[in-house]
């Protein structure tokens, strides 16, 4: 075991909440675990057995709404396994805690195995991605154990998503919003916006438009930023072409320091319980 | 006689005043939007004082004119009923204190009316009720203390009717219409009833004048028609309140009277020879019906059954145990599409409203108390229910709010910013700075003829109206609704909501969509369907 962390021993593993651009995973050190969807009695593996058009093509043609389940730990220990062949670290970054078992599963698993940390990001979708994709560019360049180990705390401690959610509907009945229970949203036109906070969705704002709802994402950009921090920022959306390309212009008029480095689409999971029309952005400060 | 039933007495002659009236003060609305209420409104809350007398056994001045004030506060409905409430508490306050009521009593009590009246307005406008009542106290002082009660109603009555007549110059758009202000006539009509009562007390003529007063602009006032009005009342628990009205030649009002009087209670028989009102409580109103069909022709039948009010009241208040937490929100709501709409959005209790069918502060009240929360924010919804609300919040011992909404559209954006987690007033000014930019729309056709910013409206025509402004006429919905969309696109509307009810309106909602796509463009446009009574369209803009 070397002293400094790089690409070529160290992989990371996510979980297909990550909602990730296509290609993500075909770069050699990342891992990616799916969840399940469930139709009745058809199983999907989350981001593997469909193309997110062909989930919400399914979604929206379905009569029972999909349910969704957490990988078990064998399977995570699968891939630890298989990572473990060629790397000696395995950072495994999860979906919060108190919006999946996802992690558990994987703590489980990791007691199975040496050298593999598993992290609890508190967060989801495109902010796990994001968090990812900024350890691999310090990995690229190598950095300490230590190194790796305190961004990932910063990540969890500073980053931020935001999701413009098309309805809170399947988030509600799921028990996946936290404090905001009452929060409306997806009745008379508001699409209201969630951020990710106490590793559980809150409601940040209730807007109705894109304009009030693009004045509430600024607003959100302003709260927890600096003008002059240099900020990394990954975009998602669920069937919503226009509004991440709306949502950079504006974070890069109000920020010039900013760093578009991800763009995905929500997956099924994901995409289960925030429905199409969806976009959010996940932002970090470095 | 008691004072209760005196006040009975009293209060019951003005009541029937109003009722005789009712349909012409609701005529002498301005607005040629159908919400001509201002008589309806009077004469439900003139009616509330009523109950709360008959229904308790309280004596004594004091007591008396306690219940007359909070009879009038609880049932006080519109803005003409609230501002009479405070004209009421203001003259019982003084008759409350006092020993009898001599002409100083009554002096002052005019004046505290007056003076109660202008406080409960935030911005007194002349030209209205408040005029009125101002005038008939200041010409009431001018009464030596020496002389009797029957002067003093005479000249209060002669400055009132002369203010009344005045009211059309003062207000622009009365000048327009050409009419008095409805609210100032109603309450003459009021005081005429009253002094009429008064009159039938002391068993003196007093030759309160009736004079037809100037109602439009050139008819001039006629000669004194009506005889004095008659009032008797007697108490008992009888269980339907029936009253109607009839219309032929030489009906006998004193025969008539008598006929009820073995039969029922609460009797008032109103009218001259040729068209009489009749209000009474009885157990037995096909009686009276086949009476009043020997007289003449029978119109405006109402039978309503006492009893079942009390207990479809009282089922009403044990079917609502849902004890809300956090903040909760009673809003004023007409059309079911509407209150859904508000439900959906966290709303807890609704209270039907719509601009003829405004609700009192008893049942704003009410509706309060039942969801047992302390902290209640009230969207009235209306312009109209705004000092009801007002009204009821300042009576309730909870932390009651009032966002001050102009329309349902206005109360939706403003529910839209609704969090049951923060506390009344802090729910109060989110939702009142997320209507603060809001534009609010109407279509509905015109009651009557008129000319409004410089546009002439035929009665029947569709007319849009925005922010009370009246932007665009024409024989169909659809031109007035693109005036008010055009009006939209000009103020540069980012985010349209539309709620139907057309119904019978021969328009389709495709076609009001295609409307929207090309005059407001660049706007998001939302279609519900409301299902409100009388306005086929309510729109707002942010």
Redesign the interface.
């Given at each position: 075991m070397t002293d400094l962390l790089t690409m070529g021993n160290t992989a990371i593993v996510l979980d297909s909440t990550c909602d990730p651009p296509p290609g993500f995973f075909e770069r050699p050190g990342l891992y990616m675990v799916p969840l399940k969807v469930h139709f009745g009695d058809e199983t999907y593996r989350d981001g593997v057995d469909m193309t997110y058009q062909e989930f919400f093509a399914k979604l929206e043609a379905s009569e029972v709404l999909p349910t969704t389940s957490q990988p078990t730990a064998g399977e995570f220990l699968a891939v630890y396994e298989e990572a473990r062949q060629t790397y000696d670290h395995v950072f495994s970054l999860h979906i919060s805690g108190e919006m999946s078992g996802t992690v558990r599963s994987a703590e489980q698993a990791a007691e199975q195995i040496d050298g593999v940390e598993v992290y609890d990001m508190r967060t989801v979708s495109s902010a796990l991605s994001l968090g990812a994709e900024r350890l691999r560019a310090r990995l690229e360049r190598g950095c300490t154990l230590d190194e790796a180990r305190a961004y990932i705390r910063h990540f969890i401690d500073h980053s931020s998503l935001l999701v413009h959610a098309a309805t809170l509907e399947y988030l509600r009945r799921g028990g996946r919003i936290g404090r905001a229970a009452s929060f409306v949203g997806g009745v008379f036109d508001i699409k209201p916006l969630i951020c990710a906070a106490d590793g559980t969705l809150q409601g940040y704002a209730k807007v109705r438009g894109l304009k009030k709802a693009m004045a509430a994402m600024q607003r959100f950009v302003e709260e927890n930023s600096k003008p002059d921090d240099e900020l990394y920022f990954a975009t998602i959306d669920a069937i919503n072409d226009e509004e991440p390309q709306l949502i950079r212009e504006m974070i890069e008029r109000l920020r010039p320091n900013s760093h578009f480095v991800l763009h995905g689409h929500v997956a099924a999971v994901v995409g289960t319980h925030i429905g199409p029309g969806t976009s959010a952005f996940a932002m970090i400060a470095e | 006689m008691s004072v209760r039933l005196a006040a009975i007495t009293v209060i019951g002659a003005a009541l029937a005043a109003i009722e005789a009236e009712r349909g012409v003060v609701n005529d002498l609305n301005v607005y040629p939007v159908p919400d001509g209420d201002t008589g309806t409104n009077l004469a439900l809350t003139v009616r509330a004082v009523l109950e709360e007398l008959q229904q308790s056994d309280i004596e004594g001045i004091p007591a008396v004119a306690a219940a007359v004030t909070k009879g009038s506060l609880m049932g006080a409905r519109g803005n003409s009923g609230i501002i009479l409430s405070q004209i009421v508490r203001g003259l019982c306050d003084v008759w409350g204190r006092s020993a009898d009521l001599t002409t100083a009593d009554f002096k002052e009590a005019l004046s505290e009316g007056a003076t109660s009246a202008y406080r409960a307005v935030k911005e007194p406008v002349e030209g209205t009720m408040l005029t009125v009542i101002r005038k008939m106290a200041e010409a009431a002082q001018s009464v030596p203390d020496t002389l009797g009660i029957d002067r003093l109603l005479v000249a209060v009555e002669e400055a009132g009717r002369v203010a009344v007549e005045k009211t059309t110059e003062q207000l622009p758009a009365l000048q327009k219409a050409g009419v008095v202000d409805a609210g100032g006539y109603g309450l003459l009509v009021l005081f005429r009833g009253l002094a009429a009562g008064i009159a039938e007390l002391m068993h003196a003529g007093i030759a309160v004048s009736l004079a037809r007063v100037a109602l439009r602009t050139g008819e001039g006032g006629g000669a004194p028609q009506a005889p004095p009005l008659s009032a008797a009342s007697e108490l008992s628990a009888y269980r339907y309140c029936t009253s109607l009205l009839i219309t032929g030649e030489a009906i006998d009002k004193a025969a008539f009277e008598a006929f009820l009087l073995p039969i029922g209670d609460s009797a008032l028989v109103v009218g001259n020879q040729r068209m009489v009102k009749v209000h009474v409580h009885t157990n037995a109103p096909g009686v009276v019906l086949s009476e009043a069909l020997k007289l003449g022709a029978i119109g405006e039948v109402e039978i309503n059954d006492m009893h079942e009010q009390t207990k479809a009241r009282d089922e009403r208040l044990q079917d609502q145990p849902r004890l809300a937490e956090?903040t909760v929100v009673v809003a004023v709501v007409a059309g079911e599409g509407n209150k859904a709409?508000f439900r959906?959005?966290?709303c807890h209790a609704i209270v039907d409203g719509g601009q003829s069918m405004n609700p009192s502060a008893a049942q704003l009240l009410e509706a309060v108390d039942a969801l047992g929360a302390e902290e209640v924010v009230v969207l009235p919804n209306n312009g109209n229910v705004i000092l009801t609300a007002e009204q009821a919040a300042g009576m309730s011992p909870r932390h009651v709010a009032v966002v001050p909404s102009t329309s349902i559209p206005v109360g939706?954006a403003a529910?839209?910013?609704?969090d049951?987690?923060s506390d009344a007033v802090g729910n109060a000014r989110a939702m009142q700075d997320a209507i603060a930019d809001v534009h609010s729309a109407e279509v509905t056709r015109a009651v009557r003829d008129s000319e409004l910013d410089g546009v002439e409206v035929r009665k029947g025509q569709a007319m849009g109206i925005v922010d009370g402004r009246l932007v665009a006429a024409g024989e169909e919905l659809e031109e007035a609704f693109g005036g008010v969309l055009e009006e939209f696109a000009r103020v540069e509307a980012?985010?349209v909501?539309v709620l139907t009810a057309l119904n019978g309106s021969g328009v389709s909602r495709e076609r009001l969509e295609e409307l929207a796509a090309r005059l407001t463009p660049d706007a998001?446009v939302?279609f519900?369907e409301g299902g409100q009574p009388l306005y086929p369209i309510l729109a707002s803009a942010?």
């Open positions: - | 956090g709409l959906e959005l966290g939706l529910m839209v910013a609704f049951p987690g980012e985010f909501t998001e939302h519900h942010e």
